[in-house]
């Protein structure tokens, strides 16, 4: 029987996948500290913080998986709340260093999570693969959606000129 889905836990996979594609995309960009670094990086903070704190509320300490991603979790919240502070502070190499850290965190838990054949996300794509393939697309289509709102959201707006 497949692990059931609760709407808490099927957010906090969604969460966590667009986090995954987020931060891939701010780690791509050679940009970094202009508008569209931080409005993706508010969006990602947000994310990540709602992912480590919802992993606190449900799951289990059954395996050592739990137990790590339970630690993960305590450790992402330290590290996403000490990010954000030391890019207030100026401290940009810090504040790099945390968000790094952090999305290699996000990284080793996705691993974790897929490792384990009887969690739900394999679980689910080894019974389901068409339906779960289609999640996967759309997290990825929604993810390309904000970033591309953000992009041509933030655009300088050119002035408009009228011929008299």
Same mark, same amino acid.
């Given at each position: ?74 450790? @992402? ?24 850290? @952090? ?14 054949? @009887? ?34 959201? @933030? ?10």
């Amino acid at each position: 029987m497949l692990p059931a889905w609760t709407w808490l836990i099927a957010l906090h996979a969604i969460a966590a996948s667009l986090a995954l594609v987020l931060g891939a995309f701010q780690f791509l960009r050679t940009a970094k500290g202009d508008p569209p670094h931080r409005a993706v990086g508010r969006i990602w903070v947000g994310l990540m913080l709602y992912v480590a704190l919802g992993s606190w509320l449900f799951g289990g300490y059954d395996s050592p998986i739990d137990i790590f991603l339970r630690a993960l979790a305590v450790w @992402t919240t330290f590290s996403v709340i000490m990010a954000v502070v030391q890019a207030r502070r100026g401290r940009i190499d810090r504040h790099r260093g945390f968000m790094v850290g @952090t999305y290699l965190g996000l990284i080793g838990a996705f691993v974790g999570v897929l490792a384990v054949r @009887t969690r739900r996300v394999p679980a689910w794509f080894i019974a389901e693969p068409l339906m779960m393939s289609l999640v996967a697309l759309a997290i990825i289509a929604v993810g390309g959606f904000v970033i591309a709102a953000i992009m041509f959201g @933030t655009r300088p707006r050119q002035p408009v000129t009228t011929d008299a």
